[in-house]
């Protein structure tokens, strides 16, 4: 073991017991897009943190007596509190969903590196739950590409609980606290390794799915951007799906796209791509506007509108 794995595993185990301790003080929180937090953040009483909720999920800045001394000691241990004279922040977050608590990036996610969890996270997770309960035959095989949180890992091993889950993703950050969120939630299926798509992953899969970046980022985060179009990611994502699909196995994709002058172009190129692959296919908006903020920055200038959309496909 390095020494930098070393010091990571305690900070990781502590990670979880704040984890713990949030679950047993009967924490809960939904966590809301970008825009929605920066403007429930900006009235001026929520300038500084009361309490967890505050300090945990909406990452208002606090100070000495707040919080509990249990849960300042834990953040200690775990790496996670950030002091600047008597203003402290988390580093973290924890979000609701399922049952479950799932630790992420503080807000503002501008880090190359954040791991992101949110109303999108909400989203997939549901579509792929459905999936699984609607399948005839059971999953013995799963993958989550660009597994950010676990959040979609973790939804399917639950449901699946004789399932192999890996857990893939490229950013290491990822795949520390998908490993950390498949702990709290009891989910040994679950495993996360660092693979390029499927690139470093063997075999087949009864189910591949994914909630990959879809939007154009001026900023290139590669937790956001899915390239010049929005769509190129996804498109590997059907690409890897094509060749790794088990018989019977399915895809589920959920993501996003501009509409232009009402056509959808990830539409378009999804279709181009699966023709002639064997696989049938269905798809559809999940959501027909969302992101609207987006539409007045120059990448999505050319745009009527921001759809979620969620694809499957099964050989």
Not at 92 to 116: K, Q
Not at 178 to 199: F, H, Q
Not at 283 to 297: A, K, N
Request: with cysteine; net charge negative.
């Amino acid at each position: 073991m390095t020494i930098t794995a070393m010091t990571a595993a305690p900070a990781s185990a502590a990670l979880a017991g704040l984890g713990r301790a949030l679950r047993e003080a009967g924490y809960e929180f939904t966590t809301v897009t970008p825009a929605t937090h920066e403007r429930v953040n900006r009235r001026p009483q929520n300038q500084r943190a009361c309490g967890l909720r505050d300090v945990f999920g909406w990452s208002r800045p606090f100070g000495p007596g707040v919080l509990p001394q249990r849960f300042v000691e834990l953040m200690d241990a775990a790496g996670v509190l950030r002091r600047d004279g008597d203003e402290w922040r988390s580093t973290v977050r924890f979000s609701s969903y399922d049952g479950e608590l799932f630790v992420h990036s503080a807000f503002p996610t501008d880090a190359e590196d954040s791991v992101f969890f949110g109303p999108d996270t909400y989203r997939m997770a549901d579509a792929v739950a459905a999936h699984v309960q609607s399948r005839e035959r059971p999953v013995r095989r799963a993958v989550d590409i660009g597994c950010g949180t676990g959040a979609g890992a973790i939804t399917v091993a639950k449901r699946a609980p004789e399932a192999e889950v890996p857990a893939v993703d490229i950013n290491p950050a990822a795949l520390r606290l998908a490993g950390i969120n498949a702990e709290l939630a009891g989910t040994p299926g679950v495993r996360p390794c660092r693979s390029d798509l499927l690139d470093d992953v063997d075999g087949e899969f009864d189910l591949i799915f994914s909630n990959p970046p879809f939007m154009i980022d001026p900023a290139g985060r590669a937790y956001r951007h899915g390239g010049a179009h929005g769509h190129e990611l996804s498109m590997a994502i059907i690409d890897a799906a094509v060749q790794r699909l088990a018989p019977y196995g399915s895809l589920v994709l959920f993501a996003g796209t501009g509409i232009v002058g009402g056509t959808d172009p990830f539409r378009e190129a999804a279709a181009e791509r699966l023709e002639g692959t064997g696989l049938s296919w269905t798809y559809r908006e999940y959501d027909p506007d969302v992101y609207d903020e987006e539409l007045d920055g120059p990448a999505y200038a050319h745009a009527e509108r921001i759809a979620l959309v969620l694809l499957t496909a099964t050989r």
